[in-house]
Each structure stands twice: as C-alpha cells, then as structure tokens.
C-alpha cells in the first residue's frame, strides 16, 4: 500500500511540475492559470488580520494580499512605495501625489488639491532623496519674514483624511543667529543697539483644525533649529559675538560686535569694522557654535540642533536663543496627528 501511495504522489508531482497548474474543483484548469478555483457554493479566505498584525509582517513580498478586519477590505503590498494599499480605495476616493523632486514651502491645497475638488482622501509619497523645506514670506516696509512650513495644509477642507508616506526629507529652515550689539553711535549715541535674539527654526508640516493626518514615515520629520542669541557686552569697550545658525536647511550664522570707522554728525550713517566673531553656521542636524566676544565682550549662544531652541548669547544684554521649529504645527485643535516611526524613521520636534 505505502509503495502505491508514494507511485500516486510521484506521478502528482510530475504532473503538476510538467503541467505547472493546478485545478481546485476541476480536473482541468485553464491553460493560462497557475491556479484555478471552482464552486458554486466556497469561496476563497484570505489571511484576516488587523491592520497592527498586518504591519508586523516582516519584508512582506511584493503582491501579498490579507484580509484587513480594520478596513473590512482586501489589502495588497506595493514593494514600489513599501506600503500596503486597500482596495477599498478607489471607494473612498484616495488621489495619491507623488512629490520626486526637492521643493520648498509646499500649499499642498493650491499646488495640488484644488484640481481634484471634492476630494476629501489624499496619499502623498514623498520619495528617497528629496527634501521638503519650509521657507518665508517677506513683508515689505516693516521687515518681517513670516515663516511657512514646509508642507502645509491650510486651506484644506474640514473632515480631509491625509496620509503621507515620507521617504525623504521634510524639514524647517534654520533659524539665523542673532547679531552682537553695535557700538560706539555717533554724537547723541542713537545709533547704538543691544544684542540681537535669535530667529526662530521653521515647522516641517502646518495643518489647521479638522485635518486628519497619518504618516508612515521612513526619513526624517523635523523643525529647524532657532538661532543663538547675539553675545552681550558690560561697556561700550567691549563686543559681543554673532550667535551660531541653526540646524535644519540651508543654517547660517550671523555676524559678532562692531565700532564705528567714521560716523557722520548726528546721523547713523556710519561705516563699520568687525571686531567680535561671526556665528558659525549650522549643519543639516547640528547648530553652529556660537561667535566669541572680543575685549571681554560675551560669546554667541549655539544654534539648537533639529527642533531645538538656539542658546542664549553669554553677557549682559545677550540675545535670546531662537524658539525651535516644529515637526507638525496645527493652527487649531487638527482631529488627529499620528506618525508612524518605521524603518529607521526620525521625527524631531514637538507635534501639537
């Protein structure tokens, strides 16, 4: 008997190699199927998993399918963008944006949005290598640089779901470093200041109330560092140093104290020379070191490293470190925030 069961297993094997197909509930599968099912009265059961189980499957294979009971919907695995896409989708009415090349202060409503309008679900996949960075708005007469994120989401309705799948970078401006104080004004000394505060670091991301927002994130999530605040001084005889750069995208530092060369009578319109140092700049995820004094004048503070605050300068009448740059910023109470950390990911920076 044993010898008779192990000829049938033999031949089985044969067959199905030779042929390649298997028929389940028929004897002959069609010719261009590895697998064919019939009934008229079974079904096929995939693997019912919830959506935790499903992300703690390790390397999924590209094409895997599950069962999510979360979703109550079949999912499958993209190997192309390492995440898992449900086919109840396109139901929901998902539009996916790919952004593939480095960009700054991105208004995801009017780059993108507004041309699918009533849209409502949005998977944005922010691929390996490019970098988001937030930047600013210059406001004329009065001199004010008013920071934007690097993605924001103002302007989107109440009730929009967003998922971002970050592979790259979405990170805040430096904040500069604060200037050290000015010295030695002409007649009526109004031409003099005090040490400068440190410029805050940029936000990563901006949404506003109602905006529910997920992210998956494979790179890095951060604020810019603030500045170092400007370096004090006891007396007119000393200089203060220039505060370091802040970490984040394109860091610089600012400059150290000055004396005047020659001044006009009673006008500011003077030429300088610098005596104290400058602020050194900072790197993409460390701020710079502050510029140090002269003739007993204080140091820069140090630019804050990735969603950090810069240190204040050192002296009397330093500068203030810069407020650090968040990694998600909400302009209201947003229905809900949630980074997933995978891979290596990195978010730095407060969410709120």
């Known amino acids: 008997m044993r010898k008779i069961i192990s000829s049938l297993c033999f031949s089985l094997l044969i067959v199905l190699s030779v042929n390649a197909q298997v028929g389940i509930g028929t004897n002959a599968p069609h010719a261009k199927a590895a697998l064919e099912i019939k009934s008229t009265d079974k079904g096929v059961l995939f693997p019912r998993m919830t959506t935790a189980q499903r992300d703690a499957i390790a390397d999924p294979p590209q094409g895997l399918h599950i069962y999510n009971t979360d979703e109550e919907c079949l999912n499958y695995y993209t190997s192309l963008f390492h995440t898992w896409v449900g086919y109840c989708d396109g139901v929901k009415n998902f539009v996916t944006i ?45 001199g004010l640089v008013i920071p934007i994120p690097a993605l924001t989401f103002t302007g989107m309705a109440s009730g929009t779901s967003i998922k971002i799948i970050n592979y790259g970078n979405i990170v805040g401006a430096t904040g500069s470093g604060g200037n050290g104080p000015k010295v030695g004004a002409n007649s009526f000394n109004d031409c003099a200041y005090d040490a400068a505060n440190g410029n805050a670091g940029g936000d990563a991301i901006g ?53 005047i060369l020659s001044c006009f009578f009673n006008t500011c319109n003077c030429v300088f020379t610098r005596i104290a140092q400058n602020g050194n700049p900072g790197l993409f995820t460390t701020g710079g070191t502050g510029g140090a004094g002269a003739s007993n004048g204080g140091a820069g503070g140090n630019g804050g490293g990735l969603g950090l605050a810069g240190q204040n300068g050192i002296g009397t009448n330093a500068g203030l470190g810069g407020l650090p740059g968040r990694a998600v910023f909400s302009n209201g109470v947003a229905s809900g925030i949630i980074i997933n950390n995978l891979n290596g990911g990195q978010v730095f920076g407060v969410v709120q």
Do not use: H
């Not at 001084?233 to 104290?257: C, W």
């Open 98 to 142: 790919k952004i593939t090349a480095n960009a700054s202060a991105i208004d995801f409503y009017n780059t993108y949005a507004k041309n699918y309008p009533g849209t409502k679900n949005f998977i944005i996949i922010v691929q390996s290598g490019v970098t988001l960075a937030s930047g600013g708005t210059f406001i004329p007469g009065i």
């Open 207 to 259: 949404t506003t109330a109602g905006i529910s927002i997920t992210v998956d994130n494979y790179g890095i999530i951060a604020g810019g560092g603030g500045g170092g605040g400007g370096g004090g001084r006891n007396s007119v005889s000393e200089y203060g140093g220039g505060g370091g750069g802040g970490a984040g995208f394109a860091p610089g530092g600012t400059g150290g104290g000055t004396t």
